[in-house]
């Protein structure tokens, strides 16, 4: 068999691109944007965004930062890339070059900077705060625009603080806060409220476009009920090494795991210089597969900078050169952050960013 030393992550685009179709459906009618900020989540926004907008006809995105839009501008010319973070000094030749590029206008003194920077023809969006307490513009910063400047706005937005607990008091009181600005001061402009989790509880909360992101990438926005979207990533590494383990033995850093019989153990090539997390220690799991069937290794001892140890003693047969599975369709993104006590968002950012993987997509 041969030797491997290095950790594989596969990203399905297909998924990515069958998740986005879902959300459409679950749209009904509102436009489908794609949420690309923090490079899609880590997992490549030069891939995700040009694959969603060539097949699957997606024309809206979203990054966090201009630098972040100025890159994927020339790749879909004719798409627009909401700015997230606004724009400031720092960005401004970023709006320059690139008009597809349109900040979200947080604050009275963004405004102000955007009206003296000479690019008043170009769009501009307003996120208005109605009850998460981050950034956009409060009632009586939203009081003080003009009726001119108010119509000016090309998408007004917000941001759920609960909308991934279905029966939350603040999904009502926030939407109410949105409709009642709308209505009183924006009532011909196009809106959008909900990102992943708040598309799913419909009605009211899609309004003229929606912004998923997490559930693009597979995470479940909705935690009250199956997870309806389809697992984006595999993580896979390979076993480095087996040897016994003798009753008494320790293993790994600070001897946190003591062996309460013989055994085997097997050496993982992975560790948190990949992006796993250090809470997986003596909890974490990885997988063998038999016949296309997976079986369990408990990792055992800390997880280290490259390798993590796990515990093979239930298994003969299991050899130098086999693939540990971290993450796949039998153990998804969600289920290794409920064990790592994170939660999906940070662990696939964290993953995806690392640059020691043998990355690989799936079209």
């Known amino acids: 068999m041969n030797v ?7 990203i399905s685009l297909k998924n990515i691109l069958s998740n986005f179709r879902k959300m459409q459906k679950i749209a009904k009618g ?11 989540y880590g997992l490549g926004a030069a891939e995700v965004a040009p694959y969603l907008h060539q097949k699957g006809g997606c024309r809206t995105f979203f990054v966090a930062h201009a630098a972040e839009g100025a890159a994927l501008a020339p790749l879909m010319p004719e798409a627009e890339i909401f700015v997230l973070q606004g724009v400031g000094a720092d960005s401004l030749p970023w709006f320059k070059e690139y008009p597809t590029l349109i900040p979200v206008i947080n604050s009275p003194q963004m405004w102000s900077f955007w009206q003296k920077s000479g690019l008043k023809k170009h769009k501009a969006a307003l996120q208005v705060e109605t009850g998460l307490n981050r950034l956009g513009f409060r009632l009586n910063e939203v009081v003080a625009l003009s009726a001119k400047e108010r119509e000016s706005f090309c998408l007004l937005m917000s941001h759920l603080a609960c909308a991934d607990e279905k029966g939350h008091f603040l999904n009502t009181q926030q939407l109410e ?8 001061y924006f ?6 409220l909900s990102a992943s989790d708040g598309a799913f509880l419909g009605g009211d909360f899609l309004q003229n476009l929606i912004r998923p ?5 597979g995470i479940n926005p909705a935690p009250y009920q199956k997870n309806q979207m389809k697992n984006v990533l595999c993580l896979k590494a390979p076993l480095l090494q087996v040897a016994d383990l003798k009753k008494g033995e320790y293993v790994g850093y600070g001897a ?3 062996a309460p019989k013989n055994g085997r153990l097997g050496i993982v090539s992975i560790g948190y210089g990949d992006g796993l997390p250090r809470a997986l220690s003596n909890k974490g799991k990885v997988f063998f597969l038999k016949n296309g069937k997976p079986r369990v290794a408990p990792i055992i001892g800390r997880v280290c900078m490259d390798n993590i140890m796990v515990d093979l003693s239930a298994f003969k047969d299991i050899e130098v050169g086999e693939t540990a599975y971290l993450i796949a369709d039998f153990y998804p993104l969600d289920d290794m952050a409920l064990a790592a006590d994170t939660i999906a968002y940070e662990l696939v950012s964290r993953l995806g960013k690392n640059r020691r993987f043998n990355r690989k997509y799936i079209r």
Do not use: H, M, R
């Open 4 to 10: 491997w030393t290095q950790p594989i992550l596969e």
């Open 256 to 258: 946190t795991y003591q």
């Open 30 to 40: 509102a436009e489908v944007a794609a949420v690309v900020k923090d490079d899609a």
């Open 213 to 217: 992101g997490a559930a693009l990438y």
């Open 177 to 184: 806060n949105f409709l009642a600005l709308k209505k009183q």
């Open 187 to 192: 009532p011909k402009t196009k809106t959008s």
